[in-house]
């Protein structure tokens, strides 16, 4: 078992049964990796602090949250507040959209289209990413280190200076898209 893991945050709409469950077996299967602690909101009932703190506070000490949204049921204002929060903590985004019951697509969703850093998926029924979460957390990890080992991640120290990253084939992306772990940040580079 590592010593280790990554914390991941899951949000969605809360006390509706289909996004209960959903939620409930994406953290079965994502713990099922022994690479990471999920946190439900439900799953710490009696606490001290308004539900809405705590779940601030968790959040914050997230490495990345997932947020499952279905474009029948639209963003709800407490999924806004959180991926508001996550957007100020600088923690990474994957987010996936169902379409079973609607196929309109919801104003987050057109919005996230380009966006140098976010991960968005399209499913029919949320139970693909039950089913599929976990893998899709492996491969992501794996992927991330692979690359730093192929030389294709460098690691900056915090204090070293940089104003804009300039990505080949792009224009300079800000210093604040970059992908943030503790006191070090990762500048991709990208390779024609």
Same mark, same amino acid.
């Given at each position: 078992?590592? =010593?280790e893991k990554i *914390? %991941?945050?899951i949000s969605s709409i809360c006390g509706e049964p289909r996004y209960d469950k959903v939620r409930t077996e994406l953290k079965n299967a994502i713990e099922g990796t022994n690479l990471a602690e999920v946190y439900l909101s439900e799953a710490n009932p009696a606490l001290s602090l308004p539900m809405e703190v705590h779940d601030a506070f968790a959040l914050e000490g997230s490495d990345l949250c997932i947020f499952l949204i279905d474009n029948a049921d639209g963003v709800a204002p407490e999924v806004q507040k959180q991926i508001d929060l996550a957007k100020k903590y600088g923690i990474k985004e994957v987010y996936y959209f169902c379409d079973? $019951? &609607?196929l309109e697509q919801t104003v987050l969703e057109k919005n996230l289209t380009g966006i140098v850093?976010? $991960?968005k998926e399209t499913v029919h *029924?949320?139970?693909e990413v039950s089913q599929n979460g976990g893998a899709a957390l492996m491969n992501d990890i794996v992927s991330v280190y692979r690359n730093y080992c192929g030389g294709n991640i460098i690691? *900056? &120290?915090e204090n070293e200076e940089f104003q804009k990253i300039g %990505?080949? =084939?792009?224009?300079s992306v800000p210093a604040s898209t970059l992908l943030k772990i503790d006191n070090i940040r990762i500048i991709l580079q990208l390779q024609n």
């Open positions: 078992m590592p =010593g *914390k %991941v945050f079973g $019951r &609607s850093g976010i $991960r *029924k949320f139970q690691l *900056k &120290s %990505v080949a =084939g792009t224009e």
